[in-house]
């Protein structure tokens, strides 16, 4: 079992920034890519960044350009900063690390985010 640890989510107004920050109980050796998913109300899951152990990222369209992921130093953290956030973004941010060991993903609790337009 991974617990995932979230942290940064709130209130903020359009054009605002924002910075989500997640740390796992694995080591950082154990773990292939972290990243982050968000959920609207009413909508499906869907994948915002993920960095994986090489350091490469993947970003959704509609966040290119406004959000950078990033890993922590142990590497068993991950860190989402979030530019010029639009009201579209509002959603609960979920936190996910899939683990080299068992290729399994875990998930966290979620952190709310929302923005006012």
């Known amino acids: 079992q991974v617990q995932l640890v979230e942290s940064g989510g709130g209130l903020v107004q359009a054009g605002g920034s924002l910075r989500l920050s997640c740390v796992a109980s694995r080591s950082g050796s154990s773990i292939y890519a972290m990243g982050w998913y968000r959920q609207a109300p009413g909508k499906q899951r869907e994948l915002v960044a993920t960095i994986s152990r090489d350091g490469s990222t993947n970003f959704a369209d509609s966040v290119m350009g406004r959000f950078a992921i990033s890993r922590g130093n142990a590497e068993n953290s991950v860190n989402l900063q979030m530019n010029s956030l639009k009201p579209e973004d509002t959603a609960v941010y979920y936190c996910?690390?899939?683990?080299?060991?068992?290729?399994?993903?875990?998930w966290g609790q979620g952190t709310q985010v929302t923005v006012s337009s």
């Open positions: 996910y690390v899939h683990l080299s060991t068992n290729w399994r993903d875990y």
